[in-house]
RNA sequence: GGUGCGGUAGCCAAGUGGCCAGGCAACGGUUUGCAAAACCGUGAUACGUGGGUUCAAAUCCCAUCCGCACCUCCA
């Protein structure tokens, strides 16, 4: 095992830790079960579980931990506003981000863990702190740590404790907080909130913080100390410098090693066509709104505000943030995983993610012509998935043609084979293995291409594509599934009729077999203007929707 | 201000001292009734800028400019 990860704390590229050998424990913060998900919520579970599979590929055994956090203040407020249980709620959405994360290809972790099924360890924890006097209780029955008392605080995210500010809970210093940092690990919970929300403790009725969650349930399922942990690169402070905190005091260092993805951006002036006096308003109100540019979930309340003032009212700079706003919320909408697996498939975004190292930020891109929105880099990724699959359709049709001949590309497919295991085991560069990725499937299309092709250069070329498609997650469905799954969904999202199509592509094939080409472009050219795409081969015309 | 990440060809994106990235787009060719797909080939003095070290720098050192993210719920 040659692998070896950039550890977020050490800022070093360290080898693979492995507390029990032949075997490695990670465990992944997942998603707080409060809505759908956004594509940049997708990264983690893509990337992790990439890891995952190159790991087990190489016989390691991988004990991976993805939790879901159920309870919530987020999760307590959409309760309150649609009156739903809060467990109808977090299994609606628990459903929705598994189905979300399948069409993504990723592989079902080995525990999912809720928060809600872990209160009583998380009480456990929480007075193992209270009983080394690492947090105290204030007078509302709310639990806090004390930052003060441990010593390793900011070591993750490198910051100087006096420069925090106050995270995760409602006090103010002076108004029973000790320390500004100071986060809750037991928050008492108030009249209004939902019975399904609340739970009995030593403090009373309450419920855990955010932070605590994740300390628990990692211990509860990997015991003292575990592997790697992992999750989003704005974990590290607070959620994650928390965790370290809360469990170093009880169960001895956390984790060996931490992974940080980065985060997938959004660029609103990229494409956005604002008007010349947008752009010439854009930089003082960047001065202004430091965050302008970052898509956020209080867009549309904003945007609506300035809708409903006076149109007389409204200055240029307010007309100026209306067009940002506007701009914002679109690129919201289409960010929602959910509406964009409507136009590009999930396959093709996992492609588009690991098309990047899992540390740089990758930028989600939205082209727009007049109404049609398109994603010009994930619809590239889906081109490269057909291609992927067009290949394995093409080989598979040519193994039993294959003969005795001279075996000329064995070496050739073992050593790319090499190149792309090695790719991934300096830190996961899927982006550096797609490059003998991509020479594995040209070889492949050059081998069936040719009249005799070798038996063992075929079989070597198959096992050389069940091998990379199976550790990147990627082309390695069934093909003809890949592309009934794609232009069942082009042909929705367009409005195609299948039976017309398939009408006129036999009314060509009987103009060519008549040698009326004329008549035979014709139609093809109808077909084109459809966005149909046409093959000719051996055994018939194909068509798809492109 | 603090902590990180980055600036590589039209676009995306690997590469951390000498040798090839890869993909998309473009162009030429093979193939095809013509296309499409596939394959082959081509392209551009590609490495933010200025110095330095070295036989050799995208890569190391110094300086500098620019961009981004996080530091408040966020993956």
Redesign the pocket.
């Known amino acids: 095992m040659s692998f070896r990860l950039?550890d977020?704390l050490t800022?070093a590229t360290i080898p693979l830790p492995q507390r029990t050998p032949g075997e490695t424990s990670l465990y992944v913060?997942?998603?707080?079960v409060y809505g759908y998900?956004?594509?940049?919520?997708?990264?983690?579970p893509v990337v992790f579980d990439v890891l995952v599979r190159h790991l087990e590929r190489q016989g390691l055994i991988v004990r991976y931990v993805r939790n879901f956090?159920d309870v919530?203040?987020?999760i307590i407020q959409v309760a309150l506003d649609t009156g739903e249980e809060p467990r109808v709620i977090t299994d609606r959405y628990i459903d929705a981000y598994r189905d979300d994360v399948a069409a993504l290809m990723c592989r079902p972790p080995w525990a999912e863990p809720r928060v809600s099924e872990n209160i009583a360890g998380i009480i456990a924890h929480v007075e193992a702190l209270l009983a080394k006097g690492f947090a105290y209780v204030t007078g509302d029955g709310d639990v806090y740590y004390d930052t003060a008392k441990f010593e390793g605080y900011g070591k993750l995210?490198?910051?100087?404790l006096e420069?925090?500010?106050?995270?995760?809970?409602r006090g103010k210093v002076g108004e029973g907080k000790r320390n500004e940092?100071d986060?809750a690990l037991w928050k008492s919970s108030k009249a209004h909130e939902p019975d399904g929300a609340r739970w009995p403790s030593p403090w009373g009725e309450g419920r855990p913080g955010?932070h605590i969650e994740c300390s628990a349930m990692a211990h509860a399922l990997l015991g003292d100390g575990f592997d790697i942990h992992?999750?989003?690169?704005?974990?590290?402070?607070?959620?994650h410098e928390n965790e370290i905190a809360q469990t170093e005091p009880v169960h001895g260092p956390m984790a060996s090693a931490w992974m940080?993805?980065?985060?997938?951006?959004?660029?609103i002036e990229r494409n956005a066509d604002f008007s010349e006096d947008v752009l010439a308003r854009l930089p003082a109100l960047?001065e202004r709104f430091?965050?302008l540019?970052?898509?956020?979930?209080s867009d549309p309340k904003t945007l609506q505000g300035y809708r409903e003032r006076d149109p007389a009212t409204l200055t240029p700079d307010d007309l100026a943030m209306i067009a940002v706003l506007e701009r914002k919320v679109h690129f919201g909408h289409w960010?929602q995983l959910r509406r964009l697996r409507d136009r590009v498939d999930g396959e093709a975004i996992r492609l588009?993610i690991l098309?990047?190292?899992?540390?740089?930020?990758?930028?989600f891109?939205l082209a727009e012509t007049g109404e049609a929105v398109s994603f010009?880099?994930i619809e590239?990724?889906e081109?490269?998935l057909?291609?992927f699959y067009?290949?394995r359709l093409?080989l598979a049709a040519k193994i039993p043609a294959g003969v005795m001949a001279k075996a000329t590309l064995v070496d050739t497919l073992a050593k790319l084979v090499r190149d792309f295991d090695a790719?991934l085991d300096?830190?996961l560069?899927t982006?550096?293995?797609?490059?003998?990725?991509?020479?594995v499937?040209?070889?492949?299309?050059?081998l069936?291409?040719t009249k005799r092709p070798d038996k063992r250069d075929l079989d070597a070329a198959d096992a050389a594509i069940t091998h990379l498609t199976a550790v990147l997650g990627v082309g390695e469905g069934d093909p003809e599934a890949f592309f009934a799954r794609v232009t069942a969904r082009r042909v929705k999202c367009r409005d195609l009729d299948p039976a017309r199509i398939d009408g006129l592509v036999q009314q060509?094939t009987a103009?060519?077999e008549a040698?009326e080409?004329?008549r035979?472009?014709e139609i093809?050219a109808e077909l084109?203007a459809l966005g149909i795409?046409?093959?000719?081969?051996v055994t018939g015309?194909s068509w798809?929707a492109?």
Request: with cysteine; hydrophobic share 25%; proline share 7%.
């Open positions: 950039h977020s800022n913060c997942g998603p707080t998900i956004h594509v940049g919520n997708a990264r983690p956090t919530d203040d987020k995210s490198k910051r100087q420069e925090q500010s106050a995270s995760e809970g940092p986060f955010w992992g999750g989003g690169q704005d974990l590290k402070f607070p959620h940080h993805n980065g985060f997938i951006e959004v660029d960047k430091p965050d540019r970052k898509v956020s979930k960010f588009w098309g990047t190292h899992y540390r740089a930020p990758l930028a891109d010009p880099t590239q990724a081109k490269r057909e291609y067009d290949t093409k790719a300096d830190d560069n982006a550096g293995a797609l490059d003998p990725f991509a020479q499937f040209t070889l492949t299309n050059k069936c291409d060509r103009a060519r040698r080409f004329a035979a472009d093809r084109t795409e046409l093959r000719d081969g015309t798809r492109v």
